[in-house]
């Protein structure tokens, strides 16, 4: 039903996804108040590798990948480490990824990143034409690196749906990727152009820039922490921190990894971890690059940003209070200096970041099924910065009664768990 009247909504978290709400709802009319205990983009959404990755469609988990963790693991700079004190919390999770790896779910799961990814390019042309961000991004493309040609031929696969999909890609020859970057070396290993891909060149200050631009259009700002949250068929009641009340006709959840505590008050609980990654930032880096570059073999990524070279990776599973363990941010440089040997420079500094993620690697949006002024705005893994606008977009339709666009079916909060009776309306 077309909502008519103009809603009060509460967007929880002032990430990427939460900002891109909270605009999205503003522009729409809705009445907006965006809660965070940080600044906006200040968390994961600052520190992450600033790709629109539009072709990233593949779940982390597909037939043959459980298989690599143990050799990840054994390898002190491999891509993956699990803490000794949570590899036992871990292994319910990493059951689920297995199951979600099956040869038909991974189908389902890329047909839906799809149908999500398909618009990441038109909704930041959208938000960034309407604030006035252009600057914030840039469209050079992404160069994905392989060591050897077998490592290459085992993400056959992938090349092959990105055929059936019409997601363009062509092999580089030695010579075209000299022109591009003549500081990385590749010696016989494949390296693959994907132009589809753009980035931001300071992905927390573009976060920044569009909750300012929700602010301005008259979103209010509540520098707080939410601690408790309830619904019933009217409306929502909050309770923050300091001791503030929020009622609402809506909430957004987008509270990143901690959005399960936010909707296990309302009775639901998913498996979202926190997959810690790592960057260390060059200020002045002794070797110029000009686009993201990727190993797909080394999981390490290289973005030309504003304040210098971010070299990003890893996936760490060590719980969300975990201290940060930075010898991961110097193996990422290790990784790099594959490719470019001399890779160093002054003005260097470390940082870990939480990736809200869900074994199929897929968020959950839309309501949930007992409250449908309850949104789910969150999980959205290693794609957030990706698909926050896209996220935004949605969600606010959902406010105004609007087709989405999309089936959102498949990003359901019921795919892993019932609702509970309690809270049936
Ligand atoms: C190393 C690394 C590289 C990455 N590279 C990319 C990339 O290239 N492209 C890409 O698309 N994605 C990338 N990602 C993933 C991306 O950064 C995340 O998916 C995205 O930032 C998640 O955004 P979010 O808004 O959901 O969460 P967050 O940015 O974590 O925002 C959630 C906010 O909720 C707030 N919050 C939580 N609980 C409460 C509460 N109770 N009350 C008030 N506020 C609350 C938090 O303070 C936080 O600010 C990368 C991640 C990492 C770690």
Known sequence: MRVTHRPHCVVIGAGIVGSSCAWHLVRKGARVTLVDS??????????????????SVFPFSHPGAIRKVPGWLLNPHGPMRISWSHFLPSLPWLYLFWRAGNANRVEEIISAQVTLMNSVIDDYDDILAETGGEAWRKSHGMILLYDTQKDFARDAWKYESRERLGIPWQKLSQDELAALEPGIHLGEGVAVFEPEWQHLVDPGAATRWIADAAFKRGASWLHDRVRTVS???TGVSLVTESGRSLQADQLVIAAGVW????????????????????????????????????????HVLLTPMRAGLRVSGTAEFAGLDTKPDYRRAKSLMQNAR???????????TEWMGQRPMLPDSLPVLGPLPGQQNVLCAFGHGHYGLTQGPTTGRIISKLVFGEDPGIDLSPFSISRFCKQPEASSQ
């Open 38 to 55: 940080e600044h906006p983009g200040q968390g994961v959404s600052s520190g992450n590798a600033g790709c629109i990755c539009k072709s």
């Open 231 to 233: 619904a019933n068929a």
């Open 259 to 298: 959005s399960n505590e936010m909707i296990g008050q309302l009775g639901y609980k998913v498996p979202l971890i926190s997959k810690r990654g790592y960057h260390t930032m060059i200020g002045k880096p002794s070797l110029e690059i000009h686009h993201p570059i990727m190993s797909a073999t080394r």
């Open 338 to 348: 594959y490719y470019a040997p001399d890779l160093g420079g002054e003005e260097i």
